[in-house]
């Protein structure tokens, strides 16, 4: 029973009922979340609340959705609708100036699922602007693929029963340009530490940039 109990994912969250099917994405969020079925109201207070403060600042052109940790494949076509169909094995530079910028997110076992998607990214030639990890224990995935642009694990020590103990440590390849910020602990417990404050915080701050380097960049010169 308790086996059974730890390979049940959640059902498929629900897409953002406010996204605007005439507003293009220029911001795209994905994330995975554990591969447990929690209580309701445990996944609404930590991990749903990432979504939710996305939705919150209020950007009809930040698309966010989150899967459960076992539908890798439904995030991966969510990502390739939103750029044009390649004319080759990697999507050209023209080709990815059509498509959104991408942030990925993962809580728990959650974790392992986004960096594997990273890497089928970076396949394609997507780049990747941040790579969120949240208490990775995912095992098997602890390299961070060379076409994310900023990383950083946060993980906790408070809950040590298995299969809730983060004993993963994160990195980035050697000979990448990643700006890897590190594998930082926070003192909570995995079922709370995807609400943190510093977690949320830190993703909100990146779509704040991302939208304001977007904008500066399709802006025409200034006249001399």
């Not at 991408?102 to 089928?120: D, E, M, N």
Request: net charge positive.
């Amino acid at each position: 029973m308790a086996l059974a109990i730890l390979l049940v994912s959640p059902p498929p969250a629900r897409s953002a009922p406010d996204e605007n099917p005439d507003v293009p994405c220029r911001i795209q969020v994905l994330g995975f979340s554990g591969g447990m079925a929690l209580p309701r109201f445990m996944t609404v207070s930590s991990f749903e609340g990432i979504a939710r403060s996305v939705r919150e600042l209020g950007h009809p052109d930040v698309c966010v959705r989150s899967f459960p940790v076992l539908h890798s494949g439904k995030a991966h076509r969510w990502v390739r609708e939103n750029f044009p169909p390649r004319t080759g094995d990697r999507l050209t530079d023209e080709e990815l100036a059509r498509g959104p910028r991408v942030i990925l997110y993962g809580y728990s076992v959650g974790a392992k699922s986004a960096l594997a998607l990273a890497r089928k990214l970076e396949k394609e030639g997507i780049p990747v602007e941040l790579a969120l990890l949240i208490d990775s224990t995912g095992r098997g995935e602890a390299v961070v693929p060379r076409n994310v642009r900023v990383a950083v694990h946060f993980y906790q020590k408070k809950t040590w029963l298995w299969p809730f103990r983060s004993d993963q440590k994160i990195r980035d390849d050697g000979d990448a340009d990643t700006i890897f910020l590190g594998n930082r602990r926070l003192d909570v417990g995995h079922f709370s530490i995807a609400g943190h404050p510093e977690v949320i915080d830190l993703l909100l701050s990146s779509i704040t940039q991302l939208r304001a380097s977007s904008a500066s960049a399709s802006l025409p010169p200034s006249a001399p």
